[in-house]
């Protein structure tokens, strides 16, 4: 029982940063109806200029664990809402009534050149880097059961971060006009919404959640690399098409559904842990056939 | 006045085309030598600190007034990729100024660019690889190899840890051929000698989390935590296995005998490591003092770490053929099939039917104090300090 508690705590961890970057393709989806396949390589990039910040704060004498904290986040979520609405404003919007699938490759390309980017011109850009610990690593035992009190922040801020979202999108003006452009461009626009506007803000909104996702990463495994955000962008995709792409809570559902399903994967089957991302995935594919709309469809899915 | 000024530059370009050959023919010629291993990625530092040995050696050559050639090095990347690795070895092989390859640390690219050094009769010896089937899989007796295998390895590794009252273990390795090599050969060690494999673990070798794994271990309450795999992994499993307040021995094999494993650690996850690794450590080589001496001159920016004496003996083992020979593919293969007893700084070398060297030495290895320590220096072997005791 000890160690279902464990399990249950890792999967939660892992959940909690699918959940947040299925978050961003489900905005980006539910406003412009596009797929930004560079989303992976946005986080990537926000955990690089978190580890950046970090290692700049520590140089200029600011050697509080907290500091350095705050400057990790405030800069990685600065540099990549920036890029995110960049990639909005100059690539999406100007490709927006070309076909979609063009939309598709050149963000699948911008996140190549991304990633290589990093690699060829952040200094050893090729190898790991080692992400600092910031939180206090202590941990509380019960029987076999550990509970780090890093864990325990890292997912309590994602599960805040989810709320706050949440509170956003339904509750303010801000969040009332996406809703809007979301459901409708035309009526949106004639009843004096900034349209453009919205798209830079909900895409800079998406990218500083998968900066937050990228930094928490960083901080919970303790290590970073050019090449990170391939899979995780890959798994945050595939969480928010089984949620209901365009849904917001189907993409939350969809990233702890994930990070379970790969859980079962590793401990409960009978065959080699190996497999646990092709069991996770057939999975995903069985799931798409059920339910083509997702588990949680969008509202306004009569686009389809 | 134009014309003839068109002319004399004209003839001026005639007279030095003319010229080159005759001046060319007074220096030496230039022969290539291809190094090849892993200078990105999480085993970067290895595969730099063995192409500078490698380049170390040819200096040190060039620099004799009595070698019959000039020698480069052709240094490739194969970021431990065997996809990448096949590219650059096809690439060296095509070259044909590259008369030999000095060839890979990753076990999984080494055995996936034999076919190619085979297809163009480029001789090769491997400095870092350990898989015994990169020789031992195939009748191609163009490669060849310095250090020793795995199998060596894991049979003193599971005679040590037995010794030392361990019973129970649960293996993690990656699914390449390396970190499956791994997990045969020491099953199949520790099993003989009565100790339990409780559970076994594949993991890609590409993997961030291992959270899961590492969690049904726990359950299974092991004396041992065993890795076969490389230097990320290792580092990422150690790392995760503190998270989860796993107490058990962390014991690791040569791939990660490196200095980027302590450096990518909390000096207190470190502490106490076990790995085991082919060779004695570079100091008490016959040759090492010399070799470090000669390193610490050529000031490059990063030690040897781990294997660069073995890339620095390779790499002189194929100029002393060329030497011999002359810049001739077949006849340098030919050259090294008769190595017996040569010396060399990581002591004698003889070559088997299938190119392997036949010294089978193991050194153990516990991490002390932020350094890899030989097993019998330590404080851990005197008693001072203790190793994660079996329950």
Sequence with gaps: MDLFGQYVINGLMLGTIYALVAVGFTLFFGVLDVIKFSHGDVLMVGAFTGFTAAAGAAALGLSHPALQLAATVVFALAGTALLGAVIAKWLILPLKNAPRLNILLATLMLGTALRESVRLFYPDGSNPKAFPALLPTSAWQFGQFTLRVDSTILVVTGILVIVGLHLLINRTRLGLAIRAVAQDEETARTMGINYTLIVLVTFALGSGIAAVAGVMDGLYYNEINFGMGLLLGLIGFSAAIIGGLGNLYGAILGGFLFAALQMIGAVALPFASAYKDVFAFAVVIALMAWKPTGLIPERASDRV | ?391
Excluded at chain 2, 148 to 159: F, I, L, P, Y
Aim: hydrophobic share 40%; net charge neutral.
């Design chain 2, 1 to 391: 006045m134009k014309s003839i000024l068109r002319f004399s530059v004209g003839a001026m370009l005639a007279a030095a085309l003319a010229a080159a050959p005759l001046s060319g023919a007074s220096a030496k010629d230039t022969v290539k030598i291809a190094f090849i291993g892993p200078l990105s990625g999480g085993t970067a530092s290895i595969g730099v600190g063995g192409r500078n040995s490698a380049e170390l050696a040819v200096r040190i050559r060039n620099a004799d007034p009595k070698s019959k050639y000039h020698y480069e090095l052709f240094a490739q990347d194969d970021e431990c990729k065997p996809n990448v690795g096949v590219q650059v070895a096809t690439k060296a092989a095509a070259d044909r100024k590259v008369i030999g390859g000095v060839t890979h640390y990753c076990s999984a690219v080494a055995m996936s660019t034999v076919d190619v050094y085979h297809k163009f009769n480029l001789p090769v010896i491997v400095w870092g690889a350990v898989l015994p089937d990169i020789t031992y899989g195939n009748d191609y007796k163009e490669v060849h190899r310095v250090n020793g295998t795995m199998v060596n390895q894991n049979e003193v590794a599971a005679d040590f840890m037995t010794k030392h009252g361990y019973k129970t273990w649960v293996i993690l390795h990656d699914t390449t051929d390396y970190g499956k090599g791994h997990n045969t050969y020491f099953s199949k060690y520790v099993t003989e000698k009565g100790g339990k494999v409780l559970a076994t673990f594949g993991v890609t070798s590409d993997q961030q989390d291992f959270t899961a794994e590492l969690t049904k271990a726990k359950e299974l309450k092991p004396d041992v935590i065993y890795f076969g795999g490389l230097t990320p992994l290792g580092i990422r499993i150690r790392q995760q296995m503190d998270k989860l307040g796993i107490d058990a021995q962390f014991e690791g094999v040569s791939g990660i005998v490196s200095d980027a494993f302590i450096e990518g650690l909390d000096p207190k996850l470190a502490e106490g490591v076990l790995a085991f690794r082919e060779g004695a450590p570079v100091e008490k080589l016959p040759g090492g003092q010399y070799f470090l001496g000669e390193y610490d001159k050529a000031k490059f920016d990063q030690g040897p770490d781990a294997y660069g004496a073995f890339a620095f003996a390779a790499a002189t083992m194929m100029m002393d053929a060329i030497e011999k020979v002359g810049p001739d593919r077949k006849k340098v293969t030919a050259y090294l099939a008769d190595i017996k007893d040569r010396d060399s700084i990581v002591g004698p070398i003889t070559f088997d039917d299938h190119g392997q060297n036949t010294v089978a030495m193991i050194t153990k290895y516990v991490i002390q104090d932020g350094k890899w320590v030989l097993w019998e220096d330590s404080e851990y072997a005197a008693g001072k300090r203790k190793l994660v005791a079996p329950k």
